[in-house]
């Protein structure tokens, strides 16, 4: 699949012992009015519509085009229409997030004709244009060589977003593991193995994550009006300091948590908890759920509240929790951090939400 998916990336497929809310803890998860800011759901599924309904969820559904994942992800005409039905069927629970095609970043009208599918799509209602990991990982100029986030091809599309006060969510580079020696007890590691694609370490020429990531903060540094969310704590996952400095740099940035729970599991907990409290404006909860037709419904809307409830008591209880060999004990954070970072802050970055 393309997107680092609930099973690959969260652990799911080696259960968690994760279980679905209480009452009790459904009403207090409730009372924060939660929002998922990153799914790839794109088809309309009355088991999943039920369980959105059920935890008063609204979420952000993020397009992506991929050319090699699933052949729904080749075509963004396509794609974009399913998430749009899925939008309106939805009843304002679920937004849209659009992209644009990078694999036609060769063609001389490549930055207008992005920009004239993302003024559609936010004509359609999309608040936020996803810029994805081939953007660094995978595409290349005419010349051959990799096309990084701060190409100045992008730069009008840049400027497009920031002229209509939409976002730019930026999944830039991958974990470490893709850079790194095989290591099997990465938490990441199957999922390089499943996608040598992305396993850069054994891709020759291929740039550094460093270059990746200063491309990015490039462009959030260029565009000092442009609303920039990092996806996967900005795909610097194994380094808070160097989250802490970029976050403090640019008061454009925030970053979501979406599918990297663990990494924060394994701070000590007294940092994570700092981390929270001196961050809690620019932290955006997600999951990353995921679903492809022909997927079982059933396991996605198990796996998915066992997620919610599992990230729900590490942040708002200090119970013991244990998940994919890591012991942690809750954050227990205040209850305006919480409204900040599963509510507020999506309202606040992704301003077109309600
Ligand atoms: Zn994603």
């Known amino acids: 699949m ?47 519509f039920a369980l959105l309904q059920k935890l008063d969820m609204h979420t952000l559904d993020i397009m992506v085009v991929s050319d090699n994942a699933d ?48 003024d559609h799509a936010f004509d359609e209602g999309a608040v936020a244009v996803k810029i994805w990991k081939n953007v660094g990982m995978e595409i290349k100029d005419a010349k051959g060589k990799y096309v990084l986030p701060d190409d100045a091809a992008f730069a009008p599309i840049y400027a497009d977003i920031a002229n209509h006060h939409r976002t730019l969510i930026m999944h830039i580079a991958d974990p470490d593991t893709a850079w790194l020696p095989p290591d099997p007890h990465a938490s990441d590691a199957s999922y390089f193995i499943q ?85 809690q404006d620019r932290l955006i909860y997600g999951t990353d759920d995921t679903y492809y037709p022909g997927a079982d419904a059933q ?29 942690a004990q809750g954050l227990a954070l205040p209850p305006e951090i919480l409204r900040k970072v599963y509510h507020d802050n999506a309202i606040r970055w992704y301003s077109e939400m309600r």
């Not at 497929?13 to 939660?34: D, H, I, M, N, Y």
């Not at 075509?75 to 644009?100: I, M, P, W």
């Not at 396991?299 to 244990?322: G, H, N, Q």
């Open 299 to 327: 396991r996605l809307v198990r796996e998915a509240e066992d997620t919610y409830a599992r990230d729900w008591r590490f942040l708002s209880t200090d119970s013991a929790i244990i998940f994919r060999n890591i012991q």
């Open 71 to 118: 052949p729904e992800r080749k075509v963004l005409s396509q794609e974009s229409a399913d998430v749009f039905e899925l939008v309106n069927k939805s009843g304002h629970r679920v937004y849209a997030c659009t992209t644009f095609d990078p694999y036609l970043f060769n063609q001389p009208d490549f930055a207008a004709k992005a920009i004239t599918g993302i």
């Open 195 to 279: 996608h040598p694609e992305w396993y850069m370490y054994r891709i020759s020429g291929s740039p550094s994550k460093d270059q990746i990531l200063n491309a990015r903060d490039h462009v959030i540094q260029m565009n000092p009006n442009l609303k920039v969310v990092g996806a996967h704590l900005g795909s610097m996952e194994g380094e808070f300091p160097r989250i802490a400095a970029t976050l403090d740099r640019y008061p454009n940035f925030a970053i979501d948590l979406t599918a990297r729970m663990p990494y924060i599991m394994k701070l000590p907990r007294a940092e994570a908890i700092a981390f929270f409290t001196k961050y």
């Open 2 to 48: 393309a997107v680092m998916t609930a099973a690959t990336m969260r652990g799911q497929q080696g259960g968690t012992g994760g279980k679905g809310f209480s009452e009790t803890e459904l009403q207090q998860f409730k009372a924060v009015r939660p929002i998922d800011s990153h799914t790839h759901i794109y088809r309309y599924t009355p088991a999943y």
